[in-house]
């Protein structure tokens, strides 16, 4: 079963290549590996071939696939071909060239019948072939040649040998540079120190990232002076372990189950909106080889990651009220909701979750009022809403590849775009999580803005995690989430 099965797939690497070749133009050399493989009987350029009476040609091919003397109907074959020629050397008074294949190509068929080779021997002594009483119906080479076809594609069809290779499978273009190009985004992925934009020099030997000279951008920046100088990486690559990454010990964190919370400001309101908005269908996997293979198959979808479960369903059920219902109804008044916009935060692609350092509750006359806010592309950023001014910026990144499951590394090299879908502070402000559209939630620490540090990376649900929340029973801090598996953690 194993050989077979190999077998098979070998058999589909050999379209692949035909494949290939026939994309990037070498239409020669596609049809000498047709016929050198025997996988693929491509009619049409035999077709052309017979029409042009390109006859050494004909047999040249045909010969990848079947011989004279494989059965009855390859044999025809080769004969109706080399009687034809014949013909037309006789039509065009060569009977130097018509004595010629007579005695090299036809004389293997008199073994089986030797009156007709008899008769076709006596047809060189005739002024015109056609005075013979079954070819006086030949009109000229070209009606003749079309005749001809029409018989072999019928033979062609019913021999036994030719099954199975006279329809060219249904591949989507450009796949087995598609299969390269996942191979190298796999091979990157295991990459120890994966580089943003790697260098893919030869196909030859496999893809290892090297260690970088400047490793800076392997680790967090706090000082957003020092942020802007920084090269700011695409989303849809992640970095390896980074060198601030370190545990948690028990007793500040540990991981449980999931709530919603977070701390709210009615005071006054706060618009973030987006500008310079990043279309994230643009990227793809193929990043690797270039734009100009794009993977079709992998276009990248911005925006949160929703299972069919966890999606907001348009149909809602229709609330009856009855008169009883309707007398004790009080209408809300608006009169004590925020009117007035405070502050415009302008982010660079779309906000996805937000939330206020909880220390607005105890002191709504902060200098500093701090705001967290995630993307659609995996960003996260704390602005000071006084001044409207963003005071940290992180890109996503995987801090440790490794330690992560095989179904998150499938999954982000089918789709590596990265949605935040929930972003919160604990309940004293000194973490703060990101709950990420696949599998992951990653914590900070957080003693100001010049002290926030990368503490735990958890590879917690199957699918996206859809809500994170802090809690402290026991003044033990947990954090709980939920995500598209349908599970609490």
Request: charge should be negative; proline fraction near 4%.
């Amino acid at each position: 079963m194993a050989s077979e099965k190999r077998s098979a797939l070998n058999k589909e690497l050999l379209f692949l290549i035909l494949q290939f070749c026939n994309d990037e133009g070498y239409k020669r050399t596609a049809h000498i590996f047709e016929r050198e493989s025997g996988c693929y009987f491509d009619m049409e350029f035999f077709e052309d071939l017979v029409l042009n009476g390109k006859w050494n040609k004909v047999e040249k091919y045909l010969s990848g696939f079947t011989s004279i003397n494989d059965n009855k109907y390859s044999t025809k074959i080769y004969f109706e071909i080399r009687k034809l020629n014949f013909l037309e050397a006789l039509d065009k008074n060569d009977r130097a060239k018509a004595l010629d294949i007579l005695m090299k190509d036809l004389k293997v068929f008199a073994q089986d019948n030797e009156e007709l080779y008899r008769e076709m021997t006596q047809l060189l002594t005739l002024d015109n072939f056609r005075e013979h009483e079954l070819l006086s119906m030949y009109e000229d080479a070209e009606s003749s040649r079309k005749i001809l076809m029409d018989e072999l594609k019928k033979l062609i069809e019913l021999n036994p040998i030719f099954h199975g290779k006279l329809k060219f499978p249904v591949i989507k273009s450009q796949r087995l540079r598609r299969l390269i190009n996942q191979g190298l985004n796999w091979q990157h992925i295991q990459c120890k120190y994966p580089q943003p934009n790697p260098d893919i020099e030869t196909l030859f030997e496999d893809h290892v990232c090297q260690w970088p000279h400047d490793h800076l951008f392997m680790q967090s920046t706090d000082n957003p002076q020092l942020d802007a100088s920084l090269p700011v990486f695409p989303s849809s690559w992640f970095c390896g372990p980074s060198t601030v990454t370190q545990a948690v010990s028990r007793e500040d964190i540990c991981v449980s189950g999931p709530i919603t919370s977070g701390s709210g400001y009615n005071n006054h309101i706060v618009a973030t909106t987006s500008v310079n908005m990043r279309d994230s269908n643009t990227m793809s996997q193929n990043s690797l080889l270039g734009a100009e293979y794009e993977v079709a198959s992998t276009v990248l979808r911005s925006g949160r990651n929703h299972s069919p479960e966890s999606s907001v369903s348009d149909d809602l059920p229709i609330i009856s009220m009855n008169n009883g219902m309707l007398q004790n109804f009080e209408p809300v008044s608006h009169t004590d909701l925020p009117k007035t916009v405070a502050r415009i935060l302008n982010e660079s692609s779309s906000p996805m979750s937000m939330d206020f350092h909880p220390s607005i509750l105890n002191d709504v006359h902060l200098l500093v009022l701090v705001l967290s806010v995630g993307t659609d592309i995996g960003d996260i950023g704390l602005w000071d809403v006084n001044l409207g001014v963003k005071m940290l910026s992180r890109n996503f990144t995987v801090w440790n590849i490794g330690a992560c499951s095989t179904m998150f590394k499938t999954a982000m090299m089918k789709d590596p775009c990265m949605s935040v879908n929930c972003i919160a502070w604990s309940p004293n402000g000194s973490f703060f999580g990101i709950a990420y559209s696949k599998h992951i939630v990653q914590l900070y620490s957080y003693h100001g803005v010049t002290d926030v540090q990368q503490k735990l990376e958890i590879d917690a649900h199957v699918g996206g995690v859809n809500d994170l929340a802090f809690a402290t029973p026991s003044k033990q801090q947990l954090v709980i989430t939920g995500g598209d598996d349908k599970l609490i953690k």
